[in-house]
Each structure stands twice: as C-alpha cells, then as structure tokens.
C-alpha cells in the first residue's frame, strides 16, 4: 500500500465544497457586485491620486471605517465636483472587489458634495487659494470704455438672459454685440466659459472678426450647486488673465460667485451689466447739447467783455495822429543833439590819445637806457664774480695738492718700488711669490729710461728644498721682453 493510499484511509471525508484560491475570490467577487450593484455612500475623501493613466484611486472615510475607492478615466472628466483631499462628498457607484489583494472598492460613477456647508468650506478654501496668488487684487482691475464698439457676451444662446442684455443694449445705445454660445450649468460649462473668455482675448485687432472693447459674462439665478461652473479655477483664471475689461453677472444681486471676485467689475443682474457697458444715448445728445449751449454762451459773453476793454483803452489813448506829432517833434530834436554830442566825444578822445602819444618814448631811447642799465648791472657783478672764481682756484690748488700727497709716485721717490707680475697684476704679499717666478719692477721716473724693469725671484716663501735642506734651483726660463710703450702710470692699490 502507497504513502498516498494509507493517508486517504486515514484522513476523515467532510461533505464541505472544496474551493480554490481564485474560484473562491471570483465566487465572493460575484456576490458582492450582485449584493451591492448600485449603492451611494458617504464619506471623505482620503488619499487622492490620479495615475498616469488617469484613473483616480482614493479612500472614503469617517470616524468608524474606511473604503477603497475608485474612478475610471471616462468617469473623471463628467464629475460635476472636482476630488480634493478632505472634502465630504456623496459617491454613487457599485461595489466589487480585486481579487489579487483581497480588497472591496467602491466603482465610482458619479460624486456630488454632500450638503451645502460642505461646498461653502471648499469654496471659501478655493477662494483663499486664488486670493493668494493674487487674481483678486485691485491692482489687476481695468478700467471699463466709456463708450464699447463691440461687446462680447458669453451666456446660453437659448435663454433670457441675452435677450435682456440685447434689449437693455438696444434702449440705451445700440452696439455691435458678438455672442459666445455656452453651456452655463453642468459638467462641461466650466471648460466652455474659459474656452469662450480665452478665445475673445486672442482676437486679433483689424481681423476678419472684430475684436470686442468689453465682455459680458452672465447667467441667471440658481441655487449654489447650479452656479458651480463660475467658481472652477479654470473659469477665474480665465477671467483675471484676459486683457480685456470684464463684466461679471451671474446669478441675483445676493448671489456671488469667484467669477465675480476675478472680474473687473460685478454687476448684479445681466441687465445691469448692459446698463454699466453703455451709457444712455438720449442723455448723452441732451449733455452734449447743453454743453454746447453753455460753450455759445460763454464765448458771446468773452467776446462782449473784450469789446468792452477795447473801448475803454481806445478812449483812454487818445488821437494817435496827435500823438505821432508830439514824437516826430522829439525825435528831431533827439537828432540835433545827437549830432554835436557826436562831435564833442570825438574831440574828447583826441585829447586823451595826443596825452597818451605824449608820454610814449621812442625806440632809440629806449635802447639807450637798457644799454645803461645793463653797465650799472654788470659793474655791480663783477666783483661778485670775481670774487667767486678765486674761491673756485683756492679750491682747486688745494685738491691739488692733497691728490698729489697721496699719490704712490711720492712713496717711490723715497726709494720704494712697485711689484708687478707678468701680467701687470700687483703683487702685494710675499706668499704670492714663486722662486723663479718672472716680475717686473717699476722705479721712480720715466719708464723709457729705465723706470720699470725685469726681474726673476731667487727664493721665496714658496721655494723648494732637497733632502738636506739646501733650496732648489728654479729651471732657467727666457727673460720676458720689457714691454715697449707702456703710458700706463700703473697703481700702488
């Protein structure tokens, strides 16, 4: 009997289905998608992340438990609410399981915020976000024209609401209005609302289609979940980075939307949004009108105020045939005048030039004091100089006669001699003597007499001796020539 025999003898049968892994998990997996094929749930979200795919995996959590969570990339895009982190949401969706870790999630198909305070708390942290870039600062608003050619209005094509602003348009001055037809209440209204903003600012200006001076934004009523698409930061940020003055009128006057936060100006209804684009036409002729009347009237009472002064001058100048007279005759007499005053400055001036002349010497006599004052300078230095050179010969026959004392000439008149070896160094000790070292002897007076002549050394502090001490004699070598013509003087240092 096998080993495999003897323990199926011995192990006990049981009558309960035997199950493998993956039939077991595919069996749990079936009765909970029939169980729970269709379920909302509510929670918090927990753990958001979207993969590259872009399938979104999160929890949903409260204080007792937590779920896994799920959502395909087609389902993501048609979510009316955007997932974040902790925000309270009702999921609808059905229940299944993933069999390779043993885990239940939760298939969403659809998420809405559950309740209104839930929705409030993300929009106040939605708007504190964008705040704090900066899209809401007063410096970024724009000044609305005075008087638009072209506006531009996103807002639903079928509603009444482009109907009261056209009609408001109409009534107050007619504009060439551009309509961006959008969807303003579900999934896909945010995209469409920044497509539509975004596409009026990259109009370019003398184009086929006109570029809009202004644009309107508007929407009517609703409660806070159909008002959703102004608040998407895509709608805001559309909104704050258009170039071109905006007008937001979306919802009642007591509804507000972050749309409404971005633009540079909020009206409170679409109709007063038409009412702030353009001003009322019959207003502006009756201003201009009065503005005119005013300006005639002004300048007919400029004009009477200036014929007035004019007469008032006019009487008060008199006859100017008179008064040309009374000039003519002062002119004349200006004349005569100037006439001899002429001649009397004329005579003045000759009298200063012939003093001056007068005081001019001439050249020769000019000469002739330099020449005198040259004599007397130069008899006054002729002492000095004199003087001078005979302090400079002092001097010179003194240093004279102290180069002559120390010259060595004066130690070879005592009867001294100055030793040169053969090439006119100067030998100064003894130690530097060899015994038959050739050297030259110079003598008190003129070498072609016989001042300097030859010698040869007998013996010396560097002679040398044989083995009884007695000195040997240096070979005999030729007698050097005495050098013929030798000016030099030679030297005792």
Known sequence: MSESESLQQVAPKSNIPEFSVAELAQSLKRTIEDQFGRVRVRGELSRVSVAASGHMYSSLKDENAVIDAVCWKGTMAKLSVRPEEGLEVICTGRLTTYPKSSKYQLVIESMELAGEGALLKMLEERKKKLAAEGLFDAERKQELPFLPQVIGVVTSPTGAVIRDILHRLRDRFPRHVLVAPVTVQGDKAAAQIAAAITGFDSIKPGGLTPRPDLIIVARGGGSLEDLMAFNEEIVVRAAAQCSIPLISAVGHETDTTLIDYAADRRAPTPTGAAEMAVPVREQLVAQILECEQRLVGAMVRKRDHLRERLDSFSRALGNPARMMEVQNQKLDYAGQRLGSAFGAFIGIKRQIYTAQAAKLAGPKHTITAARQNLGHLSMRLMPVMRAALKEKNQKLTSTTRLLEGLSFERVLERGFAVVRSADGAIISK??????????????????????????????????????????????????PKAKKNNTDQGSLF
């Open 430 to 479: 003894a130690t530097m003597l060899d015994a038959g070292q050739i050297v030259d002897l110079q003598f008190k007076g003129n070498e072609k007499v016989g001042a300097v002549i030859g010698a040869r050394v007998a013996g010396g502090a560097n002679a040398k001796s044989d083995a009884n001490g007695k000195p040997i004699s240096p070979r005999k070598s030729k007698k």
